[in-house]
C-alpha cells in the first residue's frame, strides 16, 4: 500500500479518462464573514481510495472535511458522492462517518456499546446488532474487549474502538481527522499499516486529514496539499515529494534545500542557473519551458545528496566546498548542516549503513557536497 504509485493501472483510476469519480466537488467555497477558509475547491476522488488532504493549520482541510459529513455548508459549490448531491442531505442520512481527532468515546458505556452506538435507530433486531458489534470489534482486533470502559483501554485500542464504531454502518466513505495525533511515534507507525490493511480489505473509500505529512506519505494513494483554502496539487506520494510544482509545496512535504538564482543557458535537457547563494552556477536537467533571465529556484532533496571529504569527479555535476555547521545522529541515518564558503547551508541526509560509533564526517570538518544534474527540480515560484 505504501508503493501506491507501483499499482497497476486498475487500481490507479485517476489515470483512466473513462472511470467516474465517487466524490466529487466541484467548486466549493465556505466563508465565515469576510474570512474565506475554502476556497474554489475542486476534487475528483475514486472508490477504495486513501486520499489524504494535507496542509498547515488553518488551510481549510478540516473545514472540507465537515463540509462532506454535513456538519458545515458551502458558501458555494456542490458536493456528490455516487452522483447523489449532499447539499440537501443532512449529516445522518448521508453514506458518510467521521471519526474524530478527540476519538469522542463515551466513557460511561462499554466498548462494545461505544461501538453499537450507531446502530441504535436502525430498525435491525437486537440478535442482528450484537453480531455487528462483535463483526466490528473483531475487525479492529478487539474481539475480547468489548466489557471494558475506554479508560481501562491505551491510546491504540481507543483509536481502534473509534474507528470500529465509525465503521459499523458500513459507510461508502470514511472521513478521519487526525486520527492517530495521539498517539506515540511508535504506535503511530504501527496503526498506520493497520489502518491501511484495513482498509485494502473493506474497499472503502477513506479521507484522511492531517498536518503530518509522513504519515500522508505513508498511507495515501493520493494527496491534496492545501494552502491558504486552496488545493495546489494533488498526486501520488512520490509525484508530490519528487515533483513539486511550487516552493511551498518543495518546503512543506518534507525537507528540502532551495537555491534562488537566475537562468542563464538553457541547453537541450539541461538548464543552466547562475545562483550568488552558491558564488557559481548550478546545472538542473529539466525538460520545462524556461527562458534566460527568469528567476526560479532549485530544490534539492538531502537524501540526494552526497557529502564527502574528496572532490568528486564526473560529468554533470554539481559541487560546493564547505564545513560541517551542525550534525544531528538519529540511528538510521545522519542529518548534517554543511555551511558552504559561499555562507549557504546545506542539509544533508547521510544514511548509517556501517555499524560503528565514530562518526567517519565530525563536526567541523571539510567537506564536499555533490549532486547530479537530476537530483534536484526546477521551480519558477
Known sequence: MIASQLKPLADRPWLDPTAQPQIRIEAVSKSYGTQVA???????????????????????????????????????????????????????????????????????????????????????????????????????????????????????????????RALIRRPKVLLLDEPLSALDK????????????????????FIVVT????????????????????????????????????RFIADFVGTTNLFEGTVCACEPGLIRVQCSETGGELLVDETGVFNVGQRVWVALRPEKVRLAKEPRDGNRINQLRGTVWELGYLGNRSTYRVRTTSGKLVTVFAQNERRTSEATIDWS?????????????????
Open 38 to 164: 475554502v476556497d474554489a475547491v475542486t476534487l475528483h476522488i475514486y472508490k477504495g481510495e486513501m486520499f489524504a488532504l494535507v496542509g498547515a493549520s488553518g488551510c481549510g482541510k478540516t473545514t472540507l472535511l465537515r463540509m462532506l459529513a454535513g456538519f458545515a455548508h458551502p458558501t458555494s459549490g456542490r458536493l456528490f458522492i455516487d452522483e447523489l448531491e449532499l447539499g440537501p442531505v443532512p449529516p445522518h442520512e448521508r453514506p458518510v462517518n467521521m471519526m474524530f481527532q478527540s476519538y469522542a468515546l463515551f466513557p460511561h458505556m462499554t466498548v462494545a456499546d461505544n461501538v453499537g452506538y450507531g446502530l441504535r435507530r436502525l430498525s435491525l433486531p437486537a440478535a442482528t446488532k450484537r453480531q455487528r458489534v462483535q463483526e466490528a470489534l473483531d475487525m479492529v482486533q478487539l474481539g475480547a474487549l468489548g466489557g471494558r470502559k475506554p479508560h481501562q483501554l491505551s491510546g491504540g485500542q481507543r483509536q481502534r474502538v473509534a474507528l470500529a
Open 186 to 205: 511508535k504506535l503511530r507507525e504501527q496503526t498506520q499499516f493497520e489502518l491501511m490493511d484495513l482498509q485494502y480489505k473493506l474497499g472503502i473509500t
Open 211 to 246: 498536518h503530518d505529512q509522513d504519515e500522508a506519505m505513508a498511507l495515501a494513494t493520493r494527496i491534496a496539499v492545501m494552502n491558504q483554502g486552496q488545493v495546489v496539487q494533488v498526486g501520488t506520494p512520490a509525484e508530490i515529494y519528487e515533483f513539486p510544482r511550487s
Open 365 to 381: 570538518d571539510e567537506v564536499f557536497v555533490s549532486w547530479s544534474a537530476d537530483a534536484a527540480v526546477l521551480l519558477q515560484s
